[in-house]
Protein backbone atom coordinates (compact mmCIF):
# COMPACT_ATOMS: atom_id res chain seq x y z
CA UNK A 1 0.00 0.00 0.00
CA UNK A 2 1.22 3.34 -1.04
CA UNK A 3 -0.36 6.58 -0.27
CA UNK A 4 0.15 9.72 -2.53
CA UNK A 5 -0.59 13.11 -1.77
CA UNK A 6 -0.36 16.31 -4.10
CA UNK A 7 -0.13 19.67 -3.44
CA UNK A 8 1.38 22.85 -5.08
CA UNK A 9 -1.45 23.64 -7.90
CA UNK A 10 -2.97 26.87 -8.28
CA UNK A 11 -3.68 29.70 -10.92
CA UNK A 12 -0.78 31.06 -12.99
CA UNK A 13 -0.53 33.65 -15.76
CA UNK A 14 0.64 31.76 -19.27
CA UNK A 15 4.61 32.43 -19.08
CA UNK A 16 4.96 31.45 -15.02
CA UNK A 17 5.69 28.78 -13.71
CA UNK A 18 4.96 26.39 -10.18
CA UNK A 19 6.18 23.18 -8.71
CA UNK A 20 4.20 20.40 -7.70
CA UNK A 21 5.14 18.25 -5.04
CA UNK A 22 3.81 14.64 -4.38
CA UNK A 23 4.37 13.26 -0.76
CA UNK A 24 4.78 9.56 -0.39
CA UNK A 25 4.29 7.35 2.58
CA UNK A 26 3.44 3.55 3.36
CA UNK A 27 5.15 0.51 1.03
CA UNK A 28 7.35 3.14 -0.70
CA UNK A 29 10.20 0.83 -1.32
CA UNK A 30 7.87 -1.58 -3.55
CA UNK A 31 7.80 1.05 -5.92
CA UNK A 32 9.47 1.63 -9.08
CA UNK A 33 8.60 4.83 -10.44
CA UNK A 34 6.47 7.72 -10.05
CA UNK A 35 4.86 9.57 -12.47
CA UNK A 36 2.77 12.64 -13.13
CA UNK A 37 -0.18 12.50 -15.16
CA UNK A 38 -3.07 15.14 -15.82
CA UNK A 39 -6.71 15.57 -17.14
CA UNK A 40 -8.58 18.12 -18.54
CA UNK A 41 -12.32 18.34 -18.28
CA UNK A 42 -13.65 16.04 -21.28
CA UNK A 43 -10.40 14.91 -22.05
CA UNK A 44 -8.64 11.48 -21.80
CA UNK A 45 -5.79 11.23 -18.68
CA UNK A 46 -2.16 11.75 -20.61
CA UNK A 47 0.96 11.32 -19.18
CA UNK A 48 3.15 14.04 -18.36
CA UNK A 49 6.36 12.75 -16.90
CA UNK A 50 7.95 9.62 -14.83
CA UNK A 51 11.55 9.31 -12.73
CA UNK A 52 12.70 5.49 -11.74
CA UNK A 53 13.77 6.05 -8.04
CA UNK A 54 16.28 3.97 -8.62
CA UNK A 55 18.64 5.76 -10.54
CA UNK A 56 16.73 8.75 -11.48
CA UNK A 57 15.68 7.89 -15.38
CA UNK A 58 13.09 10.20 -16.44
CA UNK A 59 10.56 9.77 -19.16
CA UNK A 60 8.57 13.65 -20.46
CA UNK A 61 5.68 13.86 -22.89
CA UNK A 62 6.84 15.79 -25.84
CA UNK A 63 4.88 18.51 -25.10
CA UNK A 64 6.01 19.07 -21.98
CA UNK A 65 9.69 18.46 -22.66
CA UNK A 66 12.15 21.38 -21.90
CA UNK A 67 9.80 23.06 -19.99
CA UNK A 68 8.98 20.36 -17.17
CA UNK A 69 10.98 18.60 -15.03
CA UNK A 70 10.89 15.63 -12.76
CA UNK A 71 12.79 15.14 -9.87
CA UNK A 72 12.69 12.62 -6.53
CA UNK A 73 14.14 13.11 -2.69
CA UNK A 74 14.43 9.16 -2.31
CA UNK A 75 15.25 10.03 1.74
CA UNK A 76 12.12 12.64 2.19
CA UNK A 77 9.89 9.90 -0.44
CA UNK A 78 9.09 12.93 -2.29
CA UNK A 79 8.56 13.37 -6.24
CA UNK A 80 8.28 17.01 -7.99
CA UNK A 81 7.52 18.63 -11.01
CA UNK A 82 8.86 21.93 -11.39
CA UNK A 83 6.62 23.79 -14.23
CA UNK A 84 8.22 26.90 -16.16
CA UNK A 85 6.51 28.50 -19.24
CA UNK A 86 3.73 27.13 -18.57
CA UNK A 87 0.68 27.62 -21.42
CA UNK A 88 -2.94 27.70 -21.15
CA UNK A 89 -2.78 24.14 -23.03
CA UNK A 90 -1.18 22.81 -19.61
CA UNK A 91 -4.56 23.28 -17.54
CA UNK A 92 -5.83 20.37 -15.92
CA UNK A 93 -6.05 18.36 -13.19
CA UNK A 94 -2.37 16.95 -12.04
CA UNK A 95 -2.07 13.44 -10.34
CA UNK A 96 1.17 11.95 -9.03
CA UNK A 97 0.71 8.09 -9.51
CA UNK A 98 3.18 5.46 -8.39
CA UNK A 99 4.35 2.35 -10.31
CA UNK A 100 5.14 -1.02 -8.96
CA UNK A 101 6.01 -2.73 -12.44
CA UNK A 102 9.39 -2.62 -13.92
CA UNK A 103 8.33 -3.52 -17.03
CA UNK A 104 6.21 -2.30 -19.61
CA UNK A 105 5.81 1.17 -21.23
CA UNK A 106 6.15 3.58 -18.10
CA UNK A 107 4.58 7.09 -19.72
CA UNK A 108 1.11 4.03 -19.80
CA UNK A 109 -1.45 5.49 -17.20
CA UNK A 110 -2.43 1.57 -16.86
CA UNK A 111 0.83 0.40 -15.27
CA UNK A 112 0.58 2.42 -12.36
CA UNK A 113 -1.22 1.32 -9.14
CA UNK A 114 -1.84 3.94 -6.64
CA UNK A 115 -2.74 7.62 -7.01
CA UNK A 116 -3.50 10.56 -4.88
CA UNK A 117 -5.94 12.72 -5.45
CA UNK A 118 -4.99 15.44 -7.93
CA UNK A 119 -4.33 19.50 -7.60
CA UNK A 120 -5.53 21.58 -10.06
CA UNK A 121 -3.40 23.65 -12.32
CA UNK A 122 -4.89 26.86 -13.97
CA UNK A 123 -3.04 28.59 -16.51
CA UNK A 124 -4.53 32.04 -17.87
CA UNK A 125 -4.25 33.59 -21.46
Known amino acids: QVQLVESGGGLVQAGGSLRLSCAASGRTFSSHAMGWFRQAPGKEREFVAAIIWSGGRTYYADSVKGRFTISRDNAKNMVYLQMNSLKPEDTAVYYC??????????????????WGQGTQVTVSS
Open 97 to 114: AARRSSYGYVPGAAGYDY
